[in-house]
């Protein structure tokens, strides 16, 4: 079982920065794939951004192509923290963000933190 807990959201201008940090409690999650999404309102939740195991203490990071050059995942595995930082934030980023866990042999991400507002004024 993996608790995963966001922090970090709030009320920005368009151009600013935030950094999103997601903590993660009980099992180790040196392996796990991490994602975060986010959901605008009245829109379907999408994908952001994910950090995925790949061997030894090598990870992968993949980004949507609408945060791309803009956002930046990394973890720190030593203090079961993963961060998605946030550049040049546009007003279409507001939404509500999740991270999000998986073992590395599922396609489906198994656990969910409860969500962080960003909202980002014009």
């Known amino acids: 079982q993996v608790q995963l807990v966001e922090s970090g959201g709030g009320l920005v201008q368009a151009g600013g920065s935030l950094r999103l940090s997601c903590a993660a409690s009980?099992?180790?999650?040196?392996?796990?794939?991490i994602g975060w999404f986010r959901q605008a309102p009245g829109k379907e939740r999408a994908f952001v951004a994910t950090?995925?195991?790949?061997?030894?203490?090598?990870?992968?990071?993949d980004y949507a192509d609408s945060v791309k050059g803009r956002f930046t995942i990394s973890r720190d595995n030593s203090k079961n923290m993963v961060y998605l930082q946030m550049n040049s934030l546009k007003p279409e980023d507001t939404a509500v963000y999740y991270c999000?866990?998986?073992?590395?042999?599922?396609?489906?991400?198994?656990?969910w933190g409860q969500g962080n507002q960003v909202t980002v004024s014009s």
């Open positions: 950090t995925s195991w790949m061997r030894a203490s090598v990870y992968y990071a």
């Open positions: 009980g099992r180790t999650f040196t392996r796990y794939n």
């Open positions: 999000a866990a998986r073992e590395p042999q599922n396609a489906q991400y198994g656990y």
